[in-house]
């Protein structure tokens, strides 16, 4: 589906350009949904085709397009998560969410001859703190109906009664939900290093990484830390998480020797400090962490070409072979 240009909006009737520019606020909301910003778009091609399906008239009935937009996108997410799981369930390795860069660094995937082209600004996700990656790892540990009730009431703050009428269940069912959901994401944030800490950890990390510093990389790693990658069958990459800070230093280390001339960079990643790897100019790697109590708790090692088509001009160089993390 293509969506018209502002330039061919100015020429429009004005409905038209409201329509539109409800877009970047869907997007928003399909990928916290989805995880994943591919299938988020879907999502939202999949809502305007069913509003253009429509007569004038019956558009014109309705009485707040942005509200019927947003519950028909809603609805469209909670029907591909159903799918999702069992999708996942036969997914080559780990599955993690899709990685954003910062809105300087995004590209899109989507563009046609092979080369990426800047994205158009309004298909950008807002990076604030619901989209970080450990958020959105937590959140694929709730059910569709648990994530739906959560994202659209705590995010969006729409209240119980419309999200009832999305989900099909009652207001104070999906109270519950939204409480059940809200009681994981304060569990697993409950020792998170503040803010201003975040990058300064990083940036040791990736200092430490490059100088092939095992001792460092252990002593700023949680004793118990895990290190998950996802290669999603395209790519060389473990499995299966890889778990302990000796462990987790020691195949760093190991990935170093192997790729010498991996380059390192520091990264926004879903709006926190990340680092991201490449291989003669091509990202084949990013990274997000968890940090807790001052030291790197979790690592999200995103390695599938396809998930990295926002942060490279050309996702099919990034279909290498050999392992890295």
């Known amino acids: 589906m293509n969506t018209p240009s502002e330039a061919e909006l100015d020429r429009c009737e004005p409905e038209l350009s409201v329509i539109v520019g409800e877009r970047r606020q869907l997007t928003n909301l399909a990928y916290r949904l989805l ?26 009935a309705v009485e707040s397009p942005g509200a019927w937009l947003t519950t028909v996108a809603s609805r469209v997410c909670l029907d591909m998560l159903g799918s999702a799981r069992a999708r996942r369930e036969r997914y080559v390795g780990a599955w993690i969410p899709e990685p954003l860069p910062d809105r ?12 990426a082209e800047p994205a158009d600004p309004a ?9 970080n990656m450990a958020f959105l790892v937590v959140l694929e540990s709730m059910t569709p109906a648990e994530r739906v009730a959560f994202i659209l009431h705590d995010v969006f703050r729409y209240p119980f009664a419309e999200i009832a009428e999305i989900v099909g269940r009652t207001a104070a069912a999906c109270r519950q939900l939204a409480s059940s959901a809200r009681r994981r ?9 503040p803010a201003p800490g975040q990058a300064g950890l990083v940036r040791s990390f990736k200092q430490a990484w490059e100088a092939r510093d095992i001792k460092a990389l252990v002593g700023l790693l949680d004793p118990e830390a895990t290190m998950t990658a996802d290669g999603g069958g395209y790519v060389g990459t473990v499995l299966r998480p890889v778990e302990g800070a000796e462990r987790i230093a020691e195949y760093l280390i190991h990935i170093a020797d192997k790729a010498p001339g991996l380059t390192l960079l520091e990264r926004s990643v879903n709006g926190r400090p990340g680092l991201v790897a490449q291989l003669a100019g091509t990202t084949v790697t990013v990274a997000a962490f968890d940090l807790a109590e001052g030291r790197v708790s979790r690592i999200w090692a995103v390695r599938n070409p396809e998930k990295l088509r926002p942060w490279t001009e050309d996702a099919a160089d990034d279909e290498g072979s050999g392992e890295t993390p």
Do not use: H, K
């Not at 988020?40 to 399906?53: K, L």
């Not at 298909?123 to 989209?131: A, G, I, K, N």
């Open 35 to 60: 995880g994943s910003l591919a299938e988020a778009e879907d999502a939202v091609q999949e809502t305007y085709t069913r509003w253009y399906a429509m007569t004038r008239q019956q558009q014109e």
């Open 104 to 115: 300087t660094e995004w590209f899109s995937g989507r563009a046609g001859g092979g080369r």
């Open 123 to 131: 298909d950008r996700v807002t990076l604030d703190e619901s989209v």
């Open 185 to 193: 994401i304060r569990d697993a944030q409950a020792s998170a290093t």
